[in-house]
């Protein structure tokens, strides 16, 4: 019988399977459109909030995969770095589903001129958020609510132990609080059934991490960031 592979090695493998996922899904999706077939009469537009909600929550996502992958580097805690494998795991097959999406629909993977960030939901994406939600949106690479800033990724990386720990577990508490809306918005708005679907599936996912979250910046002596 074969030696238990490394905990690192482990990881690694782990995350080469969810980079698969990622390209998997956006190839699969894009295959299925076959090259030169006209888009189907229910294409959503680049204004709609299908499409709006495909780029900016593949944007959001990125930077959740990206948080994840800093904390599994600079903390030994098997709770944290597991949670940290589910979100990374999980988003980065959920960012290629949007991503293969917009192949679909043979839309870009960026705003029409004009459109910015959160433009597509009704309220431009303030329903909900706080004062701390809403600081540093578009400044300091912070696009959209919850999204870290450049200064704050930074924090995370230079971060070890359980100062790391309390740090990422505040700032993805704010990525999942500004996700849960976005996701909330679509499954309102959105009109494409399987995207509404994913957006409400987010919604109950990212709510329960939110309550884990929670509980573990508490044994940590810890709270959300006011």
């Given at each position: ?41 229910d294409?959503?537009?680049?204004e ?5 909600f ?13 948080m ?23 988003q ?56 870290a ?16 720990e ?5 700032l ?47 044994a ?7």
């Amino acid at each position: 019988m074969s030696a238990p592979l490394p905990r690192r090695t482990r990881w690694v493998a782990g995350s080469a399977v969810a980079l698969a996922l990622l390209f998997a899904g956006a190839a699969t999706v894009a295959s299925a459109r076959g090259d030169g077939a006209p888009p189907a009469p229910d294409t959503p537009s680049a204004e709609s909030a299908d499409a709006g909600f495909a780029r900016d929550m593949a944007v959001h996502h990125q930077q959740a995969v990206e948080m994840s992958f800093i904390v599994r580097d600079v903390t030994r805690d098997e709770d944290v770095r597991r949670l940290a494998y589910d979100i990374a795991n999980t988003q980065a097959n959920q960012r290629g589903m949007l991503l293969g999406w917009l192949d679909l629909w043979e839309l870009p993977k960026t705003a029409p001129e004009g459109q910015g960030p959160m433009a597509w939901m009704a309220d431009g994406g303030h329903s909900g958020h706080s004062g701390h939600d809403m600081k540093g949106m578009d400044q300091d690479g912070a696009l959209m609510p919850g999204m870290a800033t450049r200064t704050e990724l930074k924090q995370l990386g230079a971060a070890d132990g359980e100062q790391a720990e309390v740090l990422f577990l505040q700032l993805m508490t704010d990525h999942h609080e500004g996700g849960v809306a976005m996701a909330r918005g679509c499954a309102e708005q959105c009109t494409v059934p399987v995207e509404k679907r994913l957006a409400q599936g987010m919604v109950e996912a990212q709510q329960s991490e939110l309550d884990l979250m929670a509980d573990m910046l508490a044994a940590r002596g810890a709270a959300q960031r006011p």
